[in-house]
């Protein structure tokens, strides 16, 4: 019965041979500068046999019996030393061709040999390695898990899915409610407007005023004061002309004043209206029933647009006027 020491040292011999085969480069053992004797066509051979002992190194190797280490050592050494004679192979030496069909057929040989050894230990290794009911198990607690995370998942989704359905119907009866507070901007801009054309307005219908004053100081009065003793005619000669300018220049101002006038009650029109819309939603908000909201509106309306409204109910009166006397 072979002792734990010796079963340490056929592990350890076996290690040194499959780092060698872990070190070999499967590129080497085709060579290709031999030309016709290179042992190209035959590099899946070599690839295999080097595969198959790297494969043991991922293996742990502890449990593996004395009589088994050994054997493997020995197949190894075996499929080493036929590599090692391809890679010495030259073709100086006698009757080359044979001596190399001799090493290829002896590497096919050798397979069955490797394979027979290693495959055993390496099911043994891997069953060893892997607990499949530890597995199975891992799987089931995850597929478990995946489920209960899809269950919660799912109650998360339609909570979302509610709150969003929610905030949605509040930002839809926001924007009923602030459908006609928006529109104050155009008020605004209008108010704007009316106010700069007021300020326009006001700026001429001062410059006529000073035109007028300084056109008066300045050139009527200077020259009717070199009239003396003016006749009826000369009198009307010199005034009427500065008469017809001082006319002309008042026409404008009182026409600039006008639009000022004008201008000035449009601004404020639009800043009324602009105010009466923004605070619309609070009206909205207060009321209670769909009739309630529809009477607040039409009462808005009629506030908004007064002139157009009041034109309206005197032209709906001619009209019933109208037919009650064709009646």
């Not at 075996?78 to 890679?87: D, H, T, Y």
């Not at 003793?229 to 006319?247: C, D, G, M, Q």
């Not at 034109?311 to 009650?324: C, D, E, H, P, T």
Request: proline content about 2%.
């Amino acid at each position: 019965m072979p002792t734990i020491e010796q079963n340490h040292q056929a592990l350890l011999l076996l290690l040194e041979v499959l780092k060698w085969f872990k070190e070999a480069d499967a590129e080497k053992f085709k060579r290709s500068e031999l030309g016709p004797l290179s042992f190209d066509a035959f590099s899946d051979t070599v690839s295999r046999t080097l595969g198959l002992y790297r494969s043991l190194l991922d293996c742990d190797l502890s449990n593996v019996s004395y009589a088994k280490l050994s054997e493997i050592t020995s197949a190894g050494n075996a499929a080493k030393s036929i590599l090692e004679n391809i890679r010495v192979f030259e073709v100086t030496q006698q009757n080359p061709a044979g001596e190399r069909q001799s090493i290829i057929q002896r590497l096919v040989d050798q397979w069955e040999v490797d394979f027979a050894a290693v495959t055993p230990v390496l099911a043994y290794a891997t069953k060893s390695s892997a607990d499949f009911q530890r597995l199975e198990r891992e799987a089931r607690g995850a597929l478990s898990d995946l489920n209960e995370s899809k269950s919660t998942f799912q109650e998360q989704t339609s909570g979302i899915i509610g709150q969003m359905n929610t905030a949605l119907g509040q930002v839809q009866d926001a924007a009923k409610k602030a459908g006609v507070s928006k529109h104050t901007v155009h008020f605004k801009e209008e108010a704007n407007t009316a106010k700069l054309v007021a300020w326009a307005w006001l700026s001429v219908a001062v410059f006529l005023a000073v035109a007028i004053v300084l056109y008066v100081i300045f050139h009527v009065k200077p020259t009717l004061a070199t009239l003396v003793n003016p006749t009826a005619i000369e009198l009307v000669k010199e005034s009427l002309p500065r008469l017809l300018v001082v006319f002309v220049l008042s026409f404008g101002m009182i026409w600039a004043a006008k639009n000022v006038s004008a201008s000035t009650h449009n601004f404020v029109v639009n800043r009324h209206r602009q105010n009466a819309l923004a605070s619309f939603e609070t009206f909205v908000e207060g009321a209670s029933g769909k009739e309630v909201k529809d009477a607040v509106l039409i009462q808005a309306t009629t506030r908004f647009f007064p002139r157009r409204i009041l034109a309206m109910r005197r032209a709906n009166f001619r009209i019933r006027l109208v037919k009650y006397l064709r009646c």
